[in-house]
């Protein structure tokens, strides 16, 4: 299994996802500052393994300071809580570690700064492996939903590389897979960062699962032709009422598979769950840069100063979602009742 990211004594070590698939390399960032930074640029992407590298990140700011009072410690896991929540604004598991990180803060405020700063990073640790063990858990929840054999087709990466290992929607057909399906899977490329051709493509090939690369504007013939039996993909937030926020042409898919007759499931921790945002129009939508689209690495392919929107994510509105699969079970509609149920067994654990 691939290590997307993990924590070192020198610092947070992640594979450079910018520079898949033909080159695996790993960087490590040895500061807070560069971990933010690896967030923003994408070096790590994916909701859960975002919100893992904030907290790693946090982690590392405050194992590294210099205070030597409590106040001051506090200023500065403060200020280092700031920079991480100015990251990626779409992805909620992002603002779920900073709050998680917060909380153990408080918690251990009376303990000595050593105990303390040790607490912190044995709390990112921890979420670490919580994260493989939620996917581990999802892919045993959703692998029974996908057909015995066929076609499933998935937008963007929600593999290993998007979380701590695993995977959310490639985890649920890693687990059907391993439970015997013979299953085929089509990948949206993606774009305009083609986390489908560049990363799912890798992954699932390393796998051995048998893959095939299609540009996103083929979905809807593949699905006509009878190619596809399902579509499965991830989240980076999912409002309280079932709306789903994830890579941009999700929404697109989700309207085609609905025309077809074919599920729609999304797969994500419930720690993408935000019972605080009643439907998707609140969701912030991050905006990227236009060189994204103008360019694919240094090759322009757009004419100099054209106009260009470049949303990194839609939303799609939850009658178009088939089930939402979380490591506590399945959500299905009515979502405000569905997960609001999820929510209250998470109270109780």
């Known amino acids: 299994m691939v290590k997307t990211l993990e924590w070192t004594e020198e610092g947070v070590r992640f594979i450079d996802q910018r520079k898949l698939p033909t080159e695996e390399t790993y960087v490590t ?105 939620a996917n581990e858990a999802m892919g045993r929840h959703g692998a029974v939903l996908l057909p015995a054999s066929g076609g499933v087709l998935t937008h963007c990466n929600a593999g290993a590389l998007a979380t701590c290992g695993y995977g959310t929607a490639l985890g649920v057909i890693r687990a059907a897979v391993e439970q015997g399906k013979k299953l085929h899977v089509f990948a949206d490329e993606t774009r305009p960062f083609l986390q489908g051709s560049r990363l799912t493509a890798w992954e699932l090939m390393q796998d051995g699962i048998p893959t095939t690369v299609i540009s996103d504007n083929m ?4 699905m006509k032709q009878g ?12 409002a309280a009422n079932g709306d789903v926020a994830n890579k941009i042409g999700t929404y697109t898919v989700a309207v085609l598979a609905k025309e077809h007759g074919i599920p729609f499931y999304v797969a994500a921790p419930f720690s993408t769950i935000d019972m605080d945002t009643p439907d998707g129009s609140r969701i912030p939508i991050e905006q990227r840069s236009t060189r994204e689209v103008t360019h694919i690495g240094d090759r322009q392919i757009a004419p100099t100063g054209v106009r260009v929107e470049n949303p990194a994510f839609d939303v799609t509105p939850h009658q178009y979602v088939t089930a939402i699969i979380t490591e506590r079970g399945v959500a299905r509609a009515p979502y405000a009742e569905s997960l609001a149920e999820l929510a209250g067994m998470a109270a109780k654990s």
């Open 29 to 133: 960032a040895r500061t807070y500052e560069e971990v933010a930074e690896a967030i923003r640029n994408m070096t790590v992407r994916g909701a859960p393994a975002i919100g893992v590298a904030a907290a790693m990140g946090i982690a590392l700011g405050v194992r590294d300071s210099d205070a030597d009072h409590l106040s001051e410690l506090r200023r500065d896991f403060e200020q280092i809580c700031e920079a991480m929540g100015e990251t990626r604004p779409t992805a909620v598991n992002l603002f779920w570690a900073i709050r998680r990180m917060e909380r153990k803060f408080e918690e251990a405020g009376e303990l000595p700064l050593p105990q303390l700063k040790q607490a912190l990073i044995t709390e990112a640790r921890q979420m670490y492996l919580e994260d493989i063990a």
């Open 219 to 222: 979905s809807g013939a593949m």
């Open 227 to 238: 190619k596809i039996g399902a579509v499965i993909v991830g989240a980076d937030r999912i």
